[in-house]
T-cell receptor
Framework: GQSLEQPSEVTAVEGAIVQINCTYQ??????LSWYQQHDGGAPTFLSY????GLEETGRFSSFLSRSDSYGYLLLQELQMKDSASYFC????????????FGQGTTLQVKP | NAGVTQTPKFRVLKTGQSMTLLCAQD?????MYWYRQDPGMGLRLIHY???????AKGEVPDGYNVSRLKKQNFLLGLESAAPSQTSVYFC?????????????FGDGTRLSIL
């Protein structure tokens, strides 16, 4: 089967750094994306990795290791507004846009 | 900037009733998707479309039908609603189908089947 595994919950304090891991098992793999969702609202795109290595976008960075079928999202200088659910999603096709989502990690940022 | 608009936002149905969820995007995107999200779970793809007039099945298509008669609209139909279809439904669109294309989501439709 196809699946993505990520921790269900993570807690961190304001100003800290947190890493959300994602391991995947898919029949085809073209890249790993990360989405943020506040309080059940519209998911919003954060980051994408197709190749091994680190991609940095402001306070957020995402890493991929294709050989380990593993990626992570790194959030630095945590702010209260970062409290949300974070989903990793694997692209299982190169031309249909189909994504397989993980179950999501709920991040709680405490003062 | 409307982006992706879903109608209605909330709906309560009785088992066996039918309804159509509407998704409209104003970004001239080619690809559109319907997902469902259940408590504590990620999004699961129901159906998708790679262009006007095309539709294809996703992970969980049973009990749903879709149509893409116009490029900007993607309709999701429930012919005979069942309690198992109680969920939050999200529509998304993307400019292309390559894996690097971000998907833009609507605010969701919260559907309860009694």
């Amino acid at each position: 089967g196809q699946s993505l595994e990520q921790p269900s919950e993570v807690t961190a304090v304001e100003g800290a750094i947190v890493q959300i891991n994602c391991t995947y098992q898919t029949s085809g793999f073209y890249g790993l994306s990360w989405y943020q969702q506040h309080d059940g609202g519209a998911p919003t795109f954060l980051s994408y990795n197709a190749l091994d290595g680190l991609e940095e976008t402001g306070r957020f960075s995402s890493f991929l290791s294709r050989s380990d079928s593993y990626g992570y999202l790194l959030l630095q200088e945590l702010q209260m507004k970062d409290s949300a659910s974070y989903f990793c999603a694997a692209a299982s096709s190169g031309n249909t846009g189909k994504l397989i989502f993980g179950q999501g990690t709920t991040l709680q940022v405490k003062p | 900037n409307a982006g992706v608009t879903q109608t209605p936002k909330f709906r309560v149905l009785k088992t066996g009733q039918s309804m159509t969820l509407l998704c409209a995007q104003d970004m001239n995107h080619e690809y559109m998707y319907w997902y469902r999200q259940d408590p504590g779970m990620g999004l699961r793809l129901i159906h998708y479309s790679v262009g006007e007039g095309t539709t294809a099945k996703g992970e969980v298509p049973d009990g749903y039908n879709v149509s893409r008669l116009k490029k900007q609209n993607f309709l999701l139909g429930l012919e005979s609603a069942a309690p198992s279809q109680t969920s939050v439904y999200f529509c998304a669109s993307s400019y292309g189908g390559t894996s690097n294309q971000p998907q833009h989501f609507g605010d969701g439709t919260r559907l309860s089947i009694l």
